[in-house]
């Protein structure tokens, strides 16, 4: 079962513009963390952010989290034809499962 | 440092045989997870392995299986396979129980 569902599953922007992407989950959380997917490979990891973190920063990445609405974001600034790809939050539940359990993705295509 | 190894990239089976897929961890980390993703959908959650042990399986049937070695490699086989198995099996490892996952490049099954 999908514990994250991104948001959208698919979004088109030209170059320079910024990509928000969306992550919803249903149960209390020890961590989230969003990966990007290039033409069906492995999963790179990009950022995690912790239940008692509200924002993290990494580059042109943002990632925010709100544990009252059970949300994340996650904002690519001044995007680049490279940053096309397939994006994934993944949810480890607090109380001891260690299980990533990863939604099902927004594919970005950035146009140069 | 190496990353997380799979083999082997392509695999070709019919209805009903049994498939072995392989997987070396990044030198040190001892936690090793295996998904499962069909086309066009988001990551399923197989197996994990840490220290040797399962410690925890996904939704599917017990057809599929697998071991980690006293080196942290894993294998992943399945039984009788069926023409919904067909996916991209993805095996990654980490340092820190559900934390940062670092994911190989796959097998591609094809069940015919």
């Known amino acids: 079962s999908q514990q994250g569902e991104e948001d959208p599953q698919a979004l088109s922007i030209q170059e320079g513009e910024n990509a928000t992407m969306n992550c919803s989950y249903k149960?209390?959380?020890?961590?989230l963390q969003w990966y990007r997917q290039n033409s069906g490979r492995g999963l790179v990891h990009l950022i995690l952010?912790?239940?008692?973190?509200r924002e993290k920063h990494s580059g042109r990445l943002r990632v925010t989290l709100d544990t009252s609405k059970k949300s994340s974001s996650l904002l690519i600034t001044a995007s680049r034809a490279a940053d096309t790809a397939s994006y994934f939050c993944?949810?480890?539940?607090?109380?001891?499962?260690?299980?990533?359990?990863f939604g099902r993705g927004t594919s970005l295509i950035v146009h140069p | 440092e190496a990353g997380v190894t799979q083999s082997p990239t392509h695999l070709i089976k019919t209805r009903g045989q049994q498939a072995t897929l392989r997987c070396s961890p990044i030198s040190g980390h001892t936690s090793v997870y295996w998904y499962q993703q069909a086309l066009g959908l988001g990551l399923q959650f197989l197996l994990w392995?840490?220290?040797?042990?399962?410690?925890n399986r996904g939704n599917f049937p017990p057809r599929f299986s697998g071991r980690q070695f006293p080196n942290y490699s894993s294998e992943l086989n399945v039984n009788a396979l069926e023409l919904e198995d067909s996916a991209l099996y993805l095996c990654a490892s980490s340092l820190h129980r559900g934390e940062k996952l670092f994911f190989g490049s796959g097998t591609q099954l094809s069940v015919l």
């Open positions: 149960t209390s959380i020890n961590n």
């Open positions: 952010i912790r239940s008692n973190e």
């Open positions: 392995y840490d220290e040797g042990e399962e410690r």
């Open positions: 993944a949810t480890a539940s607090s109380g001891g499962s260690y299980i990533p359990t």
